[in-house]
């Protein structure tokens, strides 16, 4: 069975630092490209960060662009968000997801974690 | 950005009527288009991609069309599993972007 499994979500202080992870298991996971998507409380869904299959490349929403850092270990079957000086605005719930396609990251989304709520507030 | 407008933002209906949801897109995605559909507390599932082909294990009730800049979800006869909120998304141009979603309720 296909599995995605989110953690390392919180409570964190403004300005503070967050790393979140995503275990995978079920497929290759080295063969397809991974996302983040974020949903704050009540509203819809944003695109945070995508990293290709073999980590070479990754994009990121212009929110987050410069202050989050996604990565992958294909030896640990894991995906991971490093999260820098956090904001109000970043309070969502974090889903794991896997892309549809192996041919480009720009991809829609198969497979979702259950999600890793942070919260960042004073 | 592409931004991706959804409506109605709530549609009241009884099971068995027919929904028709629409999408439109402030520039073409030419038909990288997908529908999720999401029930209180879980998780995003993936309905439609490429506007018009059902993702595996998707009833046929389920059916997307449209191309360009308008596409609609219509889901031919609701069973009480299908009230729920449905999104819509694009991947033509990054960055990836989703609609605001419309709510399907029973009425």
């Known amino acids: 069975e296909v599995q995605l499994l989110e953690s390392g979500g919180g409570l964190v202080q403004p300005g503070g630092s967050l790393r979140l992870s995503c275990a995978a298991s079920?497929?290759?996971?080295?063969?397809?490209?991974m996302s983040w998507v974020r949903q704050a409380p009540g509203k819809g869904l944003e695109w945070v960060s995508v990293?290709?299959?073999?980590?070479?490349?990754?994009s990121y929403a212009d929110s987050v662009e410069g202050r989050f850092t996604i990565s992958r270990d294909n030896s640990k079957n894991t995906l991971y968000l490093q999260m820098n000086s956090l904001r109000a605005e970043d309070t969502a719930l974090y889903y794991c997801?896997?892309?549809?396609?192996?041919?480009?990251?720009?991809?829609?989304?198969?497979?979702w974690g259950r999600g890793t709520l942070v919260t960042v507030s004073s | 950005e592409i931004v991706l407008t959804q409506s109605p933002a709530t549609l009241s209906l009884s099971p068995g009527e027919r929904a028709t949801l629409s999408c439109r897109a402030s520039?073409?995605?030419?038909?990288?288009l997908a529908w999720y559909q999401q029930k209180p507390g879980q998780a995003p599932r993936l309905l439609i991609y490429?506007?018009?082909n059902r993702a595996t294990g998707i009833p046929a009730r389920f059916s997307g069309s449209g191309s360009g800049t308008d596409f609609t979800l219509t889901i031919s006869s609701l069973e009480p599993e299908d009230f729920a909120v449905y999104y819509c998304?694009?991947?033509?141009?990054?960055?990836?972007?989703f609609g605001g979603g419309t709510k399907v309720e029973i009425k």
């Open positions: 990293i290709s299959g073999s980590g070479g490349s990754t």
């Open positions: 998304q694009q991947r033509n141009i990054w960055p990836l972007t």
């Open positions: 490429d506007a018009s």
């Open positions: 520039q073409s995605v030419i038909s990288n």
């Open positions: 079920g497929f290759t996971f080295s063969s397809y490209a």
């Open positions: 997801a896997k892309d549809q396609l192996t041919s480009t990251t720009r991809s829609y989304f198969d497979v």
